[in-house]
């Protein structure tokens, strides 16, 4: 249903039309609108004075009353010195292997020496084994790499050491064909100076990481034990005292 | 090329006028208060009582000025302003009564009357409708709203809107009718 006819007249003339107010309309309406802003600002300052009063009670209550705290202070440490202290602990633990060793569980090493030799120690992990070469064989062992990469790749996780490998390797050259039992020998020899460097340079004792575990927890078991103890023994010395008191 | 310098002007006025600089509200209110006096004449009977809605309008545009966003016109801005604050007025005065009649008697079809009165003529024609018909009739027949809109602005089902404009129609075709016989126009069927 759409505008009539007449309707449309109506709102053309209607909506033209302009009634002038009163002269002292402006002056009612801007004395209102004054009213209402003074009503406002009064506001602001009670809520800045109540917020100062508020915060200075709350500094008062901070300063004077400062709890003394019992428990220990956290003190963020910056992460660079973190850092610093992580690689020095490293620092320690390549220049002591055994502390290493001992910190691995005997799982983590990489591979025994048990896979290759028919020997019975294990060595216990690849770097350690590097950690006692000598820096002489470096040039042949880059001319080995070059020549043998994958006869490297087996001493390298093996831990065997590189003389040994070189001697045999320089033979095996010349020859062309070895014998078993010079494999045996040569196998034999290198035990026999494998073993030697291991008294020499480490402790190749093996430190279960449980059997340490239970060593830990038996002192601890022995300490409450002696706590226990001296706690009977206070006891039974005050009541001992206390009937003898009483007689 | 004349528009866009007022525009600029008045946007310029409602910028000032925002951060209560009485010389920009004054401004503005001189701009549009005939308008909006007119509107408000629309619904209230009383000039009077009208020019008070009317500053109570202002007072809310100056107040809510800066929820004012240039989407639309500000006139038209203003204008629903008025019109809100006239429907609470004549709610407050308890003269809003919204009738539910049926349209028995009502054939469906109007007279499209043309008029040729005055806008004196035509507000005293509005004036004799009762407050629930004046009102519809004006939203919708001058303002322009749907019945949807104005069932929401008055509470109102959108039924008792259409009948509202239905009654209101009637009586102003009659009313119209008899204007024109008694010398004021033709009639033009």
Redesign the interface.
């Known amino acids: 249903m759409g505008q009539l006819k007449f309707e449309k007249d109506f709102s053309k003339k209607l909506n033209k039309r302009k009634i002038e107010p009163k002269a002292g309309n402006w002056e009612e309406l801007s004395a209102r609108l004054n009213s209402a802003e003074k009503s406002k600002r009064p506001m602001f300052w009670w809520l800045g004075i109540a917020a100062t009063i508020v915060g200075g009670i709350l500094i008062f209550s901070i300063l004077f009353n400062k709890p003394i705290s019992e428990t220990p202070v956290i003190v963020n440490t910056p992460e660079e010195e973190i850092l610093k202290e992580k690689i020095e602990s490293q620092q320690i633990s390549f220049e002591n292997p055994v502390s290493e060793e001992v910190a691995k569980p005997e799982k983590a090493s990489v591979k025994p020496v048990e896979n290759i030799f028919s020997g019975k120690e294990p060595v216990a992990n690849s770097k350690l084994a590097s950690m006692g070469k000598p820096q002489e064989s470096s040039k042949t062992k880059s001319d080995q790499n070059q020549k043998y990469p994958e006869l490297m790749k087996k001493t390298e996780i093996s831990g065997i050491p590189e003389e040994v490998i070189a001697e045999a390797s320089s033979k095996e050259i010349k020859t062309g064909k070895i014998t078993d039992t010079e494999v045996d020998a040569l196998l034999a020899e290198a035990l026999t100076k494998i073993k030697g460097d291991r008294s020499g340079k480490f402790v190749s004792k093996n430190i279960d990481a449980s059997s340490l575990l239970l060593d830990v927890e038996l002192e601890l078991e022995q300490s409450f034990r002696e706590k226990v103890f001296d706690v009977l023994k206070e006891g039974y010395f005050k009541a001992k005292t206390a009937v003898v008191n009483r007689n | 090329m004349k528009v866009i310098p007022l525009n600029k002007n008045e946007t310029q006025l409602i910028a000032r006028a925002i951060k ?1 600089n ?1 010389r920009a ?2 401004c503005l ?2 701009l549009h ?3 909006m ?2 509107v408000c ?2 619904y209230v009977k009383d ?1 009077h009582h ?2 008070e809605v ?2 109570n309008g ?2 809310k545009v ?2 809510y000025l800066a929820n004012f966003k240039n989407e639309g016109s500000f006139e038209g801005w203003i204008r629903k302003i008025m019109i809100r604050e006239c429907i609470s007025f004549l709610r407050s005065e308890k003269s809003l009564e919204f009738k539910e009649e049926g349209l028995e008697d009502f054939d469906g079809s ?1 007279n ?4 040729d009165i ?2 004196d003529e ?2 005293q024609i ?1 004036d004799s409708l009762p407050e629930g018909y004046r009102v519809v009739f004006v939203m919708y ?2 303002e ?1 709203y749907k019945h949807l809109e104005i069932s929401k602005m008055l509470n109102i089902n959108i039924g008792t809107s259409k009948s509202q404009l239905f009654k209101a ?1 009637k009586m ?2 009659e009313k ?1 009718k008899t204007q024109n016989i008694s010398g004021y126009g033709t009639v033009k069927i």
Do not use: C, P, T
């Open positions: 209560n009485r509200q004054q209110y001189d208060s005939g308008k006096l007119s004449r629309m000039l009208a020019e009317m500053l202002f007072f100056f107040k109007f499209n009357i043309e008029s005055n806008v035509i507000q509005i027949a001058v322009g129609r102003l075709q119209l």
